[in-house]
């Protein structure tokens, strides 16, 4: 009978340590989420008020981003594409939105964003498509490593 009652106490106690642990899991992950979907926001805020530094901020300095010659290394590149395409005198062209933004874990440390951005006005057609984000839980918080945006 004892023995009976001790795997049965083994077992409640297993179950009850999965739910500790799923549930602190399911609130890391949702402040995680919250994390990098402040950090996209704030870029595109950035964008929108003319601080192209502060919209590639959300960036880490070993990202790359894929372009249709290939992966482009580094925020260097980034900043001097984007500053020649999408500003003019330190001015956005369009302002910047995302939408339909989806975060799936891929670790405790590691996560794809997918949406869509939108870039409009400035007296120019609509523009929008479709990004794939990786993201990287870094000492200075969440930060993009790779970026496929089309």
Known sequence: MSRILSALALCLAIGVAAC???????????????????????????????SLKGHLAIYDPSVTVMTKNGPRPGIEPIERSFG???????????????????????????????????????NLPEQSGWFSLVWIRTSAGWKVVHDHTS
């Open 84 to 122: 020649e395409t999408y500003f003019t005198n330190g001015a956005p062209k369009q302002a910047l939105r995302t939408e339909q933004t989806e975060i799936r874990m891929l670790s405790r440390d590691s996560a794809l964003m997918t949406g869509r951005f939108i870039l409009s006005g400035g």
């Open 20 to 50: 500790v642990t799923t549930s602190a899991d399911a609130t890391l992950e949702a402040q995680d989420r919250s994390e990098m979907l402040a950090a996209l926001a704030a870029s595109a805020e950035s964008w929108n008020k003319g």
